[in-house]
């Protein structure tokens, strides 16, 4: 596993500044992170970040105060999202870039993809219930999940405050996780649908975290239906595999990103922020094509 792609001269731009590292992938409390706006972009300042993409899941609710806030710091905040889709039994995840989130569209789509998360979670609970688990969907709201994107990690983290469970890690081991008895699956998105989401809002799309998912055929199939780019560089990605991912972005004419994937708070993942980020070559190649 990569502690940061700094330390890979293959990856590192010859005159990369350690206060400007370019970290494409975090989340705010408006989806399941634990820092508002403001918080993320000065902790991402303080670990030599200085270009930051906020991908909050299915939400935008937090990037007009981010774009504001950032305006007064050394960083830049890079508009995204984190867009939840299915395809098969694969559930991907595709993040946007440079999205224009006020498009009428793109608005209409999150609201409809917010509105299954919080049938998903609902029904997530009835099943905890029904394990005599006596959590309420209430409190849940209550506690983590009034910002904007309510999902599953908002029912862990609320499971540890009220005591059900001692980690957040084993609210998904025993519960909630694939194949544990309150598992509920996403809601039926098509990752076409999510493509063509992100490119009506003048988007770029990319496969988040693809060895989390993805086999071959499935990039292939997506590739073939409009992807801008894959996610190289992610916490979850060994050496082989931002390797893997790096030639077959290349080899499809695919661009590179990357980032920490970073939540915060009971995820323990603080040691991530500044230490997963891309070269800059590989940035400016994002932002030539979302200038076309």
Not at 94 to 110: E, H, P, S, V, W
Not at 112 to 122: F, G, N, P, T, V
Not at 213 to 229: A, H, I, M, R, T
Request: glycine content about 8%; proline content about 4%.
């Amino acid at each position: 596993m990569i502690t940061s792609v700094r330390n890979s001269a293959e990856y590192e731009p010859e005159q990369e500044s350690v206060t400007h590292g370019i970290d494409l992938h975090t989340h705010t409390d408006s989806s399941d992170g634990a820092l508002s706006a403001r918080a993320l972009i000065e902790k991402a300042a303080a670990a030599g970040i200085g270009t930051l993409g906020i991908c909050d899941h299915d939400t935008v609710s937090s990037l007009e105060e981010a774009v504001q806030i950032a305006g007064t710091m050394d960083v830049v905040v890079i508009p995204g999202i984190e867009v939840t889709s299915s395809y098969r039994r694969f559930q991907l995840h595709f993040l946007g870039y440079y999205i224009d989130y006020t498009d009428k569209y793109f608005q209409t789509k999150l609201i409809e993809l917010r509105d299954a998360r919080i049938r998903r979670a609902k029904r997530i609970v009835a099943k905890l219930n029904r394990i005599k688990i006596p959590l309420k969907f209430e409190t849940v709201i209550e506690k983590f999940g009034d910002q904007g994107s309510v999902g599953r990690p908002h029912i862990a983290n609320t499971m540890v405050e009220e005591g059900y469970a001692s980690t957040y890690d084993e609210v998904f081991h025993k519960y909630i996780g694939i194949g544990r008895p309150a598992y509920e699956a996403n809601h039926p998105f098509p990752p076409t649908d999510a493509i063509t989401m992100i490119r009506s809002a003048g988007g770029l799309s990319f496969l988040a975290h693809p060895s989390h998912y993805v086999n071959n055929d499935l990039l292939g199939f997506l590739v073939k239906n409009g992807l801008d780019g894959i996610e190289v560089v992610h916490p979850s990605h060994s050496d082989e595999e931002i390797e893997l991912y790096r030639n077959f972005a290349e080899e499809n004419s695919l661009l590179k990103s990357g980032g920490s994937d970073f939540h915060g708070g009971l995820k323990n993942d603080d040691a991530n922020l500044g230490r997963y980020t891309i070269p800059s070559e590989w940035f400016d190649k994002i932002m030539e094509r979302a200038r076309k």
